[in-house]
C-alpha cells in the first residue's frame, strides 16, 4: 500500500474525536439542547460544535493525515504541525463549546471565549487544510478520490470563514447589521461543513478504502467523475448562495434548490458504484466494518429522499431536525465508528507487528478485535439513532433521550473495543508482543518503544 507509513497523530486525533462525542451524547441523552430548547438556542449550537468541529472535524482530519498519502501514494508533507493543530483546535473547541454555555446562562464573559474559541478553531483546521493542500499540490495531477478531498477542502475553507464571522457577530464585535445574515447564513454554514466537507471528503476516502478493504477493482470509475462534478456543482452553487446572500440580491433559494438537486444526482450515482463495489469485492464474507456502513450507507440515502421529499411539500422547517440527526448521527458517525473499527486495528498491526513481518510470527489484523461482542454494540447503536430520529420526527422528547442514552451506551462500548484494540488484549498473552515487536500507546505515538 503506497504512501501506508504512519502518521505520528492520527491516533491523539482519532481520541479527542471520540471524547468530544461522548460528551455530546451525554448532553443530548440528559436532555440538554434541542428539542429541550430551540434549535438556534446557544445550548444547542454548544452540542451542535461538540458534534460538528469537535467529533467529526477531529475525526476526519485524523484520517486525512494517514490517508491523504494513500490517496496520491507521495508522503505527507508539512506534517510537523499535526501537533500544533490538534492542540488549537481543541483549545478553540473547547472554547467555543464553553462560550455557547456562557450564553445560554447569560455569563459576560461569553463574548471572548466565543471569538477566541473560534480563532483558535479555524486556525488549527486551516492548518489540517494547508497540509493535506500542499501535500495534494505536490501530486498533480491528482488522482479521482484525492480531487474529492481538494473540493472539500474549498468547502471547509468557506464553513471556517461562515463560522468564524457569525461568532464574531454574536460577540459583538461587528456591526449590529451582520445579524440579519445569521437566518440564511446559518443553514449554508451547516451545508458547507456537513454536506461539503465531511460528505465530499467521505466519499472521495471511500472510494479508495473500501476497494482496498473488501479486495474490490479499484472504484474510481467513470460514475465517480460524475459524482465528483456533481459534487463540485453542489458546492459552487453552496457559496454562490453565500455570496448572494450577503449581498443581499434575489436567486438565494434558487441556487439552493439546484445544489439540492446536483447533490442527489451524486448520490444516486454513488450508489450505483457502491453496490458495483460491494458485488465485485473478493472477500467473500464481509468484515464487520464493511457491515456497518451499510447502515450508514442507508442513512445518508433514505435522508437525502427525505430532505428532497420535506423541501418539495413543505415540511422542511418541521422535519429538519431529524433529518439532520439522520445524517449526522445515522451517515456520518455511524460510517465514522465504522471505519475506526478497522482503522485502528490495521494502524495499531502496523505500528505493533510492522517492525518484525517476516521474522517472527504475527497475530493477523482480524485478531486485535472480537467482532460478535462488537457487532451488538453497532447494533444498539443504529436502533438507538433510528428511534432518536423518529422521535424527534413525532416530537416526543422523553422518548428522543432514551433513545439518545441507548446511542451513548453503544458509542461508550464501541469506545471500549477501540482501547482494547490499542492494548492487544484480544490476543493471548503468550503471542501478545513478539520479540521486536513495539507495544502500541492509546492515542500518542510510541516514542520510547517497548520491546518485548
Known amino acids: 500500500m503506497p504512501g501506508a507509513s504512519l502518521s505520528r497523530w492520527t491516533m491523539g486525533y482519532f481520541a479527542a474525536a471520540c471524547l468530544f462525542l461522548l460528551v455530546a451524547e451525554v448532553l443530548l441523552a440528559a436532555g440538554y439542547g434541542f428539542p429541550a430548547a430551540a434549535i438556534e438556542a446557544p445550548q444547542t449550537l454548544a452540542v451542535i460544535h461538540l458534534l460538528t468541529a469537535g467529533w467529526f472535524g477531529l475525526l476526519m482530519s485524523g484520517a486525512l493525515l494517514q490517508f491523504v498519502p494513500v490517496l496520491v501514494a507521495k508522503p505527507l ?14 483549545v478553540g473547541e473547547t ?22 474559541g473560534a480563532l483558535f478553531l479555524s486556525l488549527g ?33 468557506a464553513t471556517l470563514a461562515l463560522g468564524a464571522t457569525f461568532a464574531l457577530v454574536l460577540s459583538g464585535y461587528l456591526p449590529s447589521s451582520w445579524a440579519g445574515f445569521l437566518p440564511a447564513g446559518l443553514p449554508l454554514h451547516a451545508a458547507l461543513g456537513l454536506g461539503g466537507w465531511l460528505t465530499v471528503s467521505a466519499v472521495g476516502v471511500s472510494y479508495k478504502l473500501l476497494p482496498m478493504f473488501l479486495l474490490a477493482p479499484d ?3 467513470g460514475r465517480a467523475r460524475m459524482v465528483w462534478m456533481a459534487g463540485a456543482a453542489a458546492v459552487a452553487l453552496l457559496l454562490a448562495a453565500g455570496l448572494l446572500s450577503v449581498v443581499d440580491l434575489a436567486g438565494t433559494t434558487v441556487a439552493l434548490t439546484l445544489a439540492l438537486c446536483s447533490s442527489l444526482a451524486g448520490l444516486g450515482l454513488y450508489l450505483v458504484d457502491l453496490l458495483a463495489i460491494y458485488r465485485a469485492r473478493r472477500r467473500p464474507k ?70 518484525v513481518l517476516g521474522r517472527v510470527p504475527t497475530p493477523r489484523v482480524q485478531d486485535l478485535v472480537r467482532e460478535p461482542r462488537a457487532r451488538l454494540w453497532f447494533l444498539l447503536f443504529h436502533v438507538g439513532v433510528l428511534s432518536a430520529t423518529i422521535a424527534l420526527a413525532l416530537d ?32 493471548a498473552p503468550d ?3 513478539p520479540g521486536g515487536a ?3 500507546n492509546f492515542f500518542l505515538p510510541s516514542l520510547q518503544p517497548t520491546r518485548s
Open 286 to 355: 464481509l468484515e464487520l466494518n464493511s457491515l456497518a456502513s451499510i447502515a450508514s450507507f442507508a442513512a445518508l440515502f433514505v435522508g437525502a429522499v427525505w430532505l428532497a421529499l420535506a423541501a418539495a411539500t413543505g415540511r422542511l422547517a418541521t422535519d429538519i431536525a431529524a433529518i439532520v440527526y439522520l445524517l449526522g448521527f445515522g451517515w456520518l458517525t455511524g460510517l465514522g465508528l465504522a471505519k475506526l473499527y478497522k482503522i485502528v486495528p490495521f494502524l495499531t498491526w502496523l505500528e505493533c507487528y510492522g517492525p
Open 125 to 157: 483546521y486551516l492548518t489540517i487544510a494547508g497540509i493535506v493542500g500542499v501535500t495534494l499540490a505536490g501530486a498533480w495531477p491528482l488522482p479521482l478520490p484525492a480531487r474529492f478531498v481538494a473540493l472539500g477542502l474549498i468547502a471547509l475553507v
Open 438 to 440: 513495539i507495544r502500541p
Open 396 to 427: 416526543h422528547d422523553l422518548l428522543f433521550r432514551a433513545a439518545a442514552g441507548l446511542q451513548l451506551g453503544a458509542s461508550l462500548a464501541l469506545v471500549a473495543e477501540f482501547l482494547r484494540t490499542r492494548h492487544l488484549l484480544e490476543i
Open 95 to 116: 472554547g467555543l463549546v464553553l462560550g455557547f454555555v456562557a450564553m445560554g446562562g447569560g455569563a459576560v464573559f461569553a463574548a471572548p471565549l466565543l471569538s477566541l
Open 431 to 433: 503471542k501478545r508482543l
Open 219 to 221: 472504484g474510481a470509475s
Open 77 to 90: 508533507r508539512g506534517g510537523s504541525a499535526a501537533l500544533p493543530a490538534l492542540l488549537a483546535i481543541v
